[in-house]
Structures are given as structure tokens and as C-alpha cells.
């Protein structure tokens, strides 16, 4: 499967972004998806996931009540809305996908061998 990010952008503290997914081939049933995000001088981390059947999804602690997966299965589109952005969210944002993560790897980077190219979230106060 193929992937390509986008909607990053500027924004305010507190504000909002919905970035998105697109993805060569219907992801649900096949696919577990994730948001990755790595900031200047940070290791990559795990933002969000939602697994491949059953739609479950899961989040980074920090952005929970915050950040919302969702699939578009009409658009083959994996969707991440964020909303009270704040500073320490500025990043380079990925989207990877995975036939194959078990549950205990799914906020492993390594367990995803499909990537999109990142975009970018800048959040300034």
C-alpha cells in the first residue's frame, strides 16, 4: 500500500488541524494505520492508530481527548483530526500502515513497513 500525507500547516495555540491519509487501496480489513510524529532533535513517536479490522483506535497519552482517528472508507482516506493544538505538537507528522502489527507492537514504529511522506505542523503561541 501507498501513502501520502498532508493538510499540515501553521496554526495558533489552540487551534486546530485535520491532517489526512490517503492510501493506494482500501485500508479496513487489511490495513492497521498509525500517525507518527518526530520533532527537531526527538525520536519518532506514536500519535495514533486505528487497527485494521474492528476499526479500534488508540493514542499517544498526551494527545488523547485531543486528537481523533477516523477512516473514510468511501475515500480510502485515514483522517486525523487535532484540535487544542499546543506547542509540543510541532512535528513532522507520518502516516504508516501494517497488514501484519500485533496489538502489543502498534505504537512500534518499526512494526509499520509502509510510510507516507511527512507533513509538517507548526504550532506557535
Known amino acids: 500500500v501507498q501513502l501520502q500525507a498532508s493538510g499540515g500547516g501553521s496554526v495558533h495555540t489552540g487551534g486546530s488541524l485535520r491532517l489526512s491519509c490517503a492510501t493506494s487501496?482500501?485500508?479496513?480489513?487489511?490495513?492497521?494505520v498509525a500517525w507518527f510524529r518526530q520533532a527537531i532533535g526527538k525520536e519518532r513517536e506514536f500519535v495514533a492508530g486505528i487497527t485494521r479490522s474492528g476499526g479500534r483506535t488508540y493514542y499517544e497519552d498526551s494527545v488523547k481527548g485531543r486528537f481523533v482517528i477516523s477512516r473514510d472508507n468511501a475515500k480510502n482516506t485515514v483522517l486525523l483530526q487535532m484540535d487544542n493544538l499546543k506547542s509540543e505538537d510541532t512535528a513532522v507528522y507520518y502516516c504508516a500502515a501494517s497488514a501484519t502489527v500485533i496489538l502489543s507492537e502498534r505504537m512500534n514504529d518499526r512494526a509499520y513497513g509502509n510510510w507516507g511522506q511527512g507533513t509538517l505542523v507548526t504550532v506557535s503561541s
Open positions: 487501496e482500501r485500508t479496513s480489513n487489511r490495513y492497521t
